[in-house]
C-alpha cells in the first residue's frame, strides 16, 4: 500500500470535525492526523506536523479561514481545501480564499453546521486527492487591485469583433484573476466564461472579477446580450449557450442534465459559440481536472477558429488543457501570464484599432 495522504481537518464545530474526519478515514488513501477548532491551533499543527492537505473552514474564531490560509500560503505552502457554508458573506469570503491560493471548495449542504455532510463525501474525497497532488510550488497568492477608475472612462468599443469563450475549473480563479484584469476596456470582443463553481459562488465570482477589471463581468442572465468589453460568467448549475446572430449575440441558460459530470459544461459553450461566431472564435481552456472544454475546442477549430491552452508550468491542475494539447487542438500553449496580451493581439489584429 502507498503513502497515505495526511490530513488536517480545521472546523471550529467539534460535530463537523468529527464528521469530515469519519468521511476522509473512511477513504483507504487518506489518514486524518490532526484536527484544529480555530486558524490558531490550525497553524500550530501545520508547522508541527506538515501535512499534504488541510481542510479549513472559513467562518472560525481567533483566526478566520482566510487569516488562516495567508499564513499557510507564506509560513509553509500546503495545499487547502475550503469548506465552507452557502451565505452572502460566505461566498465571497469563498472567492476570496481562491484568490489567496486554495486549491477547491466544498459547499457545505445546509448551512455552518451540516449534520448532513456525508452528502458530500465523495466531493471532499476526490477534491482532497488533487489538492494532495498539486506541488507547493504551484501554491501562490494573488492581492487583486480594484481598476483604476481613471481607466474605466474609455472609448467605447464600435462592436464585436471576436467572441473569447473560456473554460476553466480547478485553480481557475486565481487563472480568471491573472487574465481578465488586465484585459483593455475597449477590448473590440464579447467574453463569454465557464468555471466549474457550484450555484451562488458565481455571482461573488463575477462581482470580484468586475471590481477588479476595466472591461465588465456579470453572472450570466438568460436572454443577456453579448457586447464588446464585457464578460459573461456561467451561472452555477446552468449551461450557458451562445445564441442570436453574429451582429446580436445573447446567451441562454438551461439546467439540462450534467455533460462530463458538469452544469455549467464549457463544451457547450464553446460548441454554440462556433456556431455563432464561426471563425472569429477564440477558445482558451485553463487550468482544471478531466477533459471539459476538448469538444467545444474541436468544434472551433472545426470552423477555423483558434484556440489557446495554457501550459503545464502554470496550471494548477495540467487536466483539461493537457486533453487540448494531447488531441491536437491548440494554436497555441501559453503560460498564464502571456494569455492577456496574446488575446488583445489576436482581437485588435483584425479590429478598428491598432
Not at 495526511?6 to 467539534?14: F, L, M, P, Q, Y
Not at 460535530?15 to 487518506?30: F, H, T, V, Y
Request: charged share 25%; aromatic share 2%; hydrophobic share 45%.
Amino acid at each position: 500500500m502507498g503513502k497515505k495522504i495526511r490530513v488536517i481537518v480545521v472546523d471550529d464545530s467539534a460535530l463537523m470535525r468529527k464528521k469530515i474526519g469519519e468521511i476522509l478515514n473512511a477513504d483507504s488513501d487518506i489518514e486524518v492526523v490532526a484536527f484544529a477548532k480555530d486558524g490558531k491551533e490550525a497553524l500550530e499543527a501545520v508547522h508541527a506536523l506538515k501535512p499534504d492537505v488541510v481542510t479549513l473552514d472559513v467562518e472560525m474564531p481567533i483566526l478566520n479561514g482566510i487569516e488562516t490560509l495567508g499564513y499557510i500560503m507564506s509560513e509553509i505552502p500546503t495545499p487547502c481545501v475550503m469548506i465552507s457554508a452557502f451565505t452572502k458573506a460566505g461566498a465571497a469570503e469563498t472567492i476570496k480564499a481562491l484568490e489567496f491560493g486554495a486549491i477547491e471548495f466544498v459547499e457545505k449542504p445546509s448551512g455552518v453546521i451540516s449534520p448532513d455532510i456525508a452528502k458530500k463525501s465523495r466531493e471532499i474525497i476526490e477534491k482532497v486527492k488533487v489538492a494532495a497532488n498539486v506541488p507547493a510550488s504551484r501554491l501562490k497568492v494573488i492581492m487583486p487591485e480594484k481598476a483604476k477608475e481613471e481607466r474605466l472612462i474609455v472609448k467605447k468599443a464600435p462592436g464585436i469583433n471576436r467572441l473569447i469563450a473560456i473554460a476553466s475549473s480547478t485553480g481557475g480563479t486565481q487563472a480568471l484573476t491573472s487574465i481578465l484584469p488586465r484585459l483593455r476596456a475597449d477590448i473590440p470582443a464579447g467574453i463569454v466564461i465557464t468555471q466549474h463553481m457550484p450555484s451562488g459562488f458565481t455571482k461573488s465570482l463575477a462581482e470580484r472579477l468586475n471590481w477588479q477589471s476595466k472591461i465588465s463581468v456579470v453572472e450570466a442572465e438568460d436572454r443577456m446580450p453579448i457586447k464588446p468589453g464585457h464578460a459573461i460568467l456561467a451561472r452555477g448549475g446552468f449551461h450557458l449557450e451562445v445564441a442570436g446572430t453574429a451582429d446580436a449575440p445573447h446567451v441562454l441558460l438551461n439546467d439540462g442534465p450534467p455533460r462530463l459530470n458538469v452544469r455549467p459544461c464549457a463544451d457547450i459553450m464553446m460548441e454554440s459559440a462556433a456556431r455563432i461566431f464561426g471563425d472569429r472564435t477564440i477558445g482558451v481552456v485553463l487550468t482544471g481536472m478531466g477533459s471539459d472544454g476538448t469538444l467545444g475546442s474541436k468544434a472551433i477549430k472545426a470552423e477555423g477558429g483558434v484556440v489557446i491552452a495554457e501550459d503545464q508550468d502554470s496550471c494548477v491542475v495540467y487536466g483539461m488543457p493537457k486533453s487540448i494539447i494531447d488531441s491536437r487542438l491548440a494554436d497555441k500553449v501559453l503560460r498564464l501570464d502571456d494569455i492577456p496580451s496574446e488575446l488583445e493581439k489576436m482581437v485588435m489584429k483584425n479590429g478598428t484599432r491598432k
